[in-house]
Structure formats: structure tokens, C-alpha cells
């Protein structure tokens, strides 16, 4: 078979993921004499690290997500397709969309993770995972309506269980819902209810490990807890979680009941590895050469969330936006260096630091060796996110957004959407409360 | 059986619906020593008037939707109730939810109306209505997949199909979302597409009367005309529509192929009139007395687009916030008028004019005999909106979306979310434009 880039006419270069490493390749192919064609199930890319903002009830889902084709508009030889990948003909070179093939000289697979259970997927049902908009949107309808339960609920017991909220894993996305969640119930919330007090709702974070974001220096972890607990939240550390049900979570022989769970606890890695049939890791991820290239596949790159590839330390890189869009813009040079013959440059990880935020004025940062927490975090974490987001409106309403909750505590977007709430009455939430005495 | 509101404890008064007429009531209600309960099947007041922006990408749900809690939260006597009524027992002076009753002593039912079919529900599946949240954003996601399919779309017949739009219904929201649908395509959408050009698609806003807003002065139903063809929408009057299936839309003999349809034709009243057993009219609703009470059941009212009221002219009140809004602060003269033993006044309506908008600087409005069409119409119906918008956070965040639309032709919620778009390639659409000449 000969090499196609050999050949006379423009290499297309295929990039199946919109996120923030499929972009940031598609970015750095722009100026390449190449057909780039950019393929998401989605036509908007999603800034994934405020997404808990749109579960809590902070932002609108479009104030966290751009159209694809409006971020590549200016970029000539870069097309954009709305389609899902079914599978990858590897030999021929192809991306099957349902039962039509698509052409590739190059290939980049940017397909991201969704969350998952450990193997227990039955738990899937009962606590609510955040990755896309639509469990985004979904956590909001389940929080907002066991408020609205609460409160016409006349059984006391049951009423707790509504008021109890779970959050399993106490990496950034958990501390970041615990902490909006909590700032929910005690501010934003708390004067709209009749008979029952929001400020009362008991939010538990549940975490396997010793310390919460095992990722970040151990002070600032610590910084954290002491955070969440002065907004209230009920920190529990080496609580591994044995079961979720309809009752509740289980830690060994403890029940917490709750009608809230909320799963940030794993992930797992797309389907890129079956598709390649390549070797992966233990949650999916492919094993990628230093290049960033499939094994045995030079024409083919996998990054971001879905590529296993080991940092300086000796452990995978984590599965953040700094690592992908770093990948995202070296696969542009790799691919660069095949067309002109040359050697691939291997690819090599600028820790450009990490942040997680808990609530207002509350934050932990780790840049380098400066360690900060608190409102200076904050401040920065604010500034940080606002300026990565992608296109000025977005910005702008996000700022807007920000700056009307943090002076009112009010939340803007507390809006119950998706099917009709017919069951917000189930058998077991009734209504005595309202069964009048002039019956 | 004893009128209950001689008893000495406080009335209950239950309000279903919280649009603009229920809030208005609740709202009317708060000075009154009674316990008001606002019963409503969503969290939040929907500003239905600007729905249509929803549905053509320019603002998001959040931007139009209220939490009714909110807006009623400094309201001491008035509870909210998220719940569904599946009845009334008039009888027993009770309103059932699922299985549970709630007694009252006044009864307020406010509970709109939905898009409707001429009795052609099987038109439903196929030409999609704007009522609620849910469709608009159901509406969006149609409009931008059809976009999304034709891009891809080898077929010229298809392609042709897919952008041709037919709006059904030549009323406001009609007009209005011809109008901003033509700006989609012919704007926002313009540049960012590789192998069709949006400026291409054809809009077509068909009606089966003479003329356009048959409710406005007749010059200003030929300017809002006039301006609609200036944005390239199809206007075709004595247009009755006599099918609409999968093909597209027929009028007699001629069948306008388009795989989207938007209906906005006719509506019909909310269940009320068989609640009550009540006597309505032609489109379901309750035929009510000149104080806005039922029949024969002084304490219950029916109001909104739910109620036949005549007005001056002999004519029912047309279905808009204003009769609604005025109806339900009458309510609460009329309770107060029963309690106190006093005759109830009747209901007349003080018409305060209409607009409708078409575009970007392109609007007509009836304010008593001042008539105004283009930029000064289009400018007061934007102040009008933005005031009449509940809640200052969304008049802010419109007004910056507007400002923002209006300076950069951008539209920022063009998301497409929902169920996952798996069948976006449907076998009729294929990729064989991508189908290399490699392979």
C-alpha cells in the first residue's frame, strides 16, 4: 500500500470529537494544505468544567457551549460534520457513520469519557452522573424537584430522604457540586418554601480515598474540606460506596437515604479502543506511543480522555482541558512532520497547574509551586475560566451570570425542564398537608 | 350546604396556572387574608410571547422563564405547588391531583391553551406547535438539524427539501417566526456551512385568510406583509392548508415538499371546560359570566385563554397577556366583593394596543388609533417585551442577547440538545459527497 500523504492531492485529516483536544487540533490544522473535516455527535462544544454550574442551577447551557461551526467559521479547509461514529475500518481507512464510510489519510480520535460504576451499571438508574448537557439538565430537574416534593410531602420520614443529597467522589466535580449545591439549598433557595426549610437539606460528599482531590498538595485538599464544611456539606473520607439503590447509598453496612445521588466518582474511556482494536488501560483508554500514535498506526492519533499516556512522574495523564488541547496542538506538528518524511516529535506535558472551586470566595489553586486557597484561589479560578471560555457572548453572560448571583445569592436558571412532571406526586410524596379540615 | 367563606377561618383560594393570568390573580390576591395556594404543572412563569426566540436560537429557556417561588416569594399568604390537576369535584369544592384531593373555597382556572390541529391530530407528528418550553427547544433542534442534514446531503432533492421551511399560520406568532427564521438562515447561519449556503433556504408562511394578523389595522397587516418579503419569507395568503405529512405540506392540489413544518395555526383551551362540565365554545373554552365565574359556581372563576369573554365589539377576547393579565386582577375584586357580601362587579376590557415583530428593525403596533410600522414599532415592542419580562436578572440577560444579536447577527443558543442525534444520518440523507475518491 503506498502512503496516501505521498500522493499529489490534499490529505484529509479526520477529527471524530469536539472537545477541548479535537478542537485544539482542528486549530493548530487550520494553516495546513489539508481537508480537515471535524465530526461530533453534538454541533456545539461544551466547556466542560462549569457544567456542575448548569446542574446546580447557575448557568444555561448555552451560556457553557458554542456551535461548532461558528468557532471554526474562518478556518478555509476545515468542514464541520454532525454525525456519530459507528466504528473505524482500520485497513481501509475509513470512519463508518452508520452503514456510510468516510476517507481519512489521517485520523484523530478525540472521543472523550463518559462517567461510569465500577462495573456495576445498575447504579447508573439511581445516582446521576455529568458529562453532557442533558445529565446537566436532568441533576437540575432531580434537585429542583425534590425541593418541590419536600414541600408538599406530609410523611416527615420521607420528607428527610428528599432533603438528603449525596454526592459519591471527592475529586473536583464532587467538591465542585458539593459546594454548589450547598450554596443552593442555604441561599438561593432559602426563602421561596413554605413548609419546609432549604437551609435544613443535608448534603453528604462521599469519598474512597484519605483526602478529598488526591490530585492537589495535601494542605490544599485539607483547605477544601474545611471549606465545604463551613458551607455546610457533611465531608465522609475511606467511605467506599457498596450499592446504590432506590433507597439510598450504601457505605459497608451504612444506609444514608436520599432520593438524590449524585455519581462523580469514575469514568470510562470512549469506544476508540474497540474501534482500533488497540491495546488500553483499565478504564478504556488507549495505549498510545510518545507520539500520541495508535500502535502499528502512524496515520491514526488518539488524546484527551480517551489516550493513556504517561506523564514525567511515571503515572497516565490526567484527564483534564490542559492535557488534551496540549495534544490537540502537538498531533498538528506529528502530522506535519509524517507529510514532509520526517521523525515525530514525542509529546511532553507543560503542567500549566490545576483549580478546583467550592463556593464563593472559596477555591483551592496549585500553580507550580505557589499554593493558594481561598479568595485569592477564587479570584483566579474566576478569571481563569471566563477568559477559556470559548467566544466573547459566552463570556459575557457568563461574567453577567456570576456577578448578579454573587451580589443577590439568586439563581437564574432554576428551571425544571424535560417531561412533563406527572409523577412529581408519586404514591409516596402525598399531599395531607393540603387535604383541608372543611372537607 | 353553608357558604364556607361566612366561616370565620381564612378562605383557601387556589390558583391553577401560573401564566399570565394565574400570577396576576396570586399576585392581586397577596393583600387579601386568605390562603392562596398557586398550583402550576412547571416550576417557572413562562414569557410566552417571546417563545418563538427560543425556538429560532436567539435567547435561551432561562432567559424567558421565571421559578414561580421567585416571583412569589415576599407573598406571606400564597404557597406553590408543583402538581398536575387531573379534575375538579365541584361538588365537594375540591381540585384532585393524581388521587389526592385539595379542597378550596375559591377556585381559579387559569390554565391556557395548546397549539391544535383543526382535529387533524396526525398533523401533530409532523408539523410541530410552540406552547411550551419543550417545544421551542424541540422546534430549534429540528430547524438546526435540517441545516446539519442538508450539509451533508448528496441528494439535490433532498437538499432542496430539507431547506425548505413552511410556516403555518399567518397570526403573530406566525409572522414572528417567519420573520426570525429568515434571519437564521440568511444571517447567523450564513457563513458557517461548507456545501449549502442558508441564505438559500426557502421560507414559506402560508394563511388561509386574505390577509396577515387579521386582528391588526389592514395597513399594517400590508406592512408586516411587505416586510416579511423584504426578508425573503414566501407569503401565500388563502393558503388552507389540507394536509400535512412527512412529504410536506399541500394546500388543495399543491404539495410544498419541506421537511419541516412549524404550525401555528390554531389553539384550543385547556381541559377546564370538562373539569367543570361546563358549557365552551368551538375551541374548548369556558363560556363564563360578565364577572368571570362559572355558571351556577360562584366561587369558581375561569380566565385567560382558557375563558370566552365577549369583549365590546361582540367578538371573544383574543387569547393575549393583556386580557389575561386584566382578568386575573378582576378576580380578586370579585372575591373580595362574594366575601363581603356585596354584588360582583363585571369584567370590561381596557385594550392597551398590540405589536408584532417580524425582524431586526421591522415591527408594526396598534395603540388605540396610533398605527406604527418599521423601526419606531419595532423599537417600542422591544421596550414593551423587555419590560413587561419578569424579573430583572432576565430583562438584563435579554437585553444583552438582543444587543448582542442585533451588533453581530450571532446567535448564541444554537444548541441542539435532546436525545442523542444518532438518526441525523437518516437513510435518505447519505455522505456520499465524503465518500473518497481514495478508497
Given at each position: 500500500m503506498t502512503q496516501t500523504w505521498h500522493q499529489p492531492r490534499r490529505p484529509r485529516i479526520i477529527v471524530v470529537g469536539a472537545g477541548f483536544g479535537g478542537l485544539s487540533a482542528a486549530k493548530a490544522l487550520s494553516r495546513m494544505d489539508a481537508e480537515v473535516i471535524v465530526i461530533d455527535r453534538n454541533n456545539y462544544h461544551l466547556f466542560q468544567p462549569l457544567l456542575y454550574q448548569v446542574a446546580t442551577a447557575g448557568l444555561s447551557p448555552a451560556d457553557?457551549?458554542?456551535p461548532i461551526r461558528s468557532i471554526l467559521r474562518g478556518q478555509a479547509n476545515t468542514s464541520v460534520m454532525l454525525a456519530k461514529i459507528t466504528g473505524v475500518e482500520v485497513e481501509r481507512r475509513r470512519v463508518r457513520i452508520g452503514n456510510d464510510p468516510v476517507t481519512y489519510d489521517f485520523l484523530v480520535l478525540a472521543t472523550g469519557a463518559r462517567h461510569a460504576y465500577f462495573g456495576h451499571d445498575e447504579w447508573e438508574r439511581h445516582a446521576q452522573g455529568i458529562k453532557k448537557i442533558?445529565?446537566?439538565?436532568?441533576?437540575?430537574?432531580?434537585i429542583l424537584i425534590a425541593f418541590e416534593k419536600a414541600e408538599i410531602e406530609a410523611d416527615v420520614e420521607e420528607r428527610r430522604r428528599l432533603l438528603n443529597f449525596v454526592i459519591v467522589g471527592g475529586g473536583p466535580t464532587g467538591v465542585?457540586?458539593?459546594?454548589?449545591?450547598?450554596?443552593?439549598a442555604r441561599k438561593a433557595l432559602a426563602m421561596d418554601f413554605r413548609t419546609i426549610d432549604p437551609r435544613q437539606a443535608r448534603i453528604v460528599l462521599l469519598h474512597s480515598g484519605a483526602r478529598l482531590l488526591p490530585t492537589f498538595d495535601e494542605r490544599l485538599s485539607e483547605a477544601a474540606r474545611r471549606s465545604l464544611e463551613m458551607l455546610g456539606v457533611e465531608v465522609r473520607l475511606n467511605a467506599a460506596v457498596t450499592n446504590c439503590d432506590e433507597l439510598g447509598v450504601s457505605v459497608g453496612t451504612l444506609l444514608i437515604e436520599s432520593r438524590t445521588l449524585i455519581w462523580a466518582a469514575g469514568v470510562r474511556a470512549s469506544q476508540a479502543s474497540k474501534w482500533l482494536a488497540a491495546e488500553s488501560d483499565g478504564v478504556g483508554r488507549v495505549k498510545v506511543l510518545p507520539d500520541l500514535s495508535v500502535p502499528g498506526h502512524p496515520q491514526i492519533f488518539v488524546i484527551g480522555d480517551t489516550a493513556?499516556?504517561?506523564?514525567?512522574?511515571g503515572d497516565p495523564l490526567p484527564g483534564i482541558a490542559a492535557v488534551a488541547k496540549q495534544q490537540g496542538a502537538h498531533i498538528a506538528r506529528v502530522i506535519e512532520a509524517r507529510l514532509e518524511g520526517r521523525a515525530a516529535p514525542a509529546f511532553t506535558y507543560r503542567d500549566v497547574g490545576s483549580m478546583a472551586t467550592i463556593g464563593r470566595k472559596r477555591a483551592i489553586a496549585e500553580l507550580g509551586r505557589l499554593r493558594l486557597?481561598?479568595?485569592?484561589?477564587?479570584?483566579?479560578?474566576?478569571i481563569a475560566h471566563i477568559y477559556f471560555l470559548i467566544g466573547f457572548r459566552n463570556r459575557l453572560a457568563v461574567v453577567l451570570n456570576w456577578a448578579w448571583s454573587y451580589v443577590?445569592?439568586?439563581?437564574?436558571?432554576?428551571?425544571i425542564t424535560g417531561p412533563e412532571p406527572e409523577n412529581v406526586l408519586q404514591p409516596n410524596c402525598n399531599t395531607r398537608r393540603f387535604r383541608s379540615e372543611t372537607a
Open positions: 457553557i457551549a458554542s442533558e445529565d446537566a439538565t436532568a441533576l437540575r430537574r432531580k465542585e457540586i458539593a459546594g454548589a449545591l450547598a450554596e443552593l493513556h499516556v504517561l506523564g514525567p512522574g486557597s481561598g479568595a485569592p484561589a477564587w479570584l483566579l479560578w474566576s443577590t445569592f439568586h439563581r437564574g436558571t432554576r428551571l
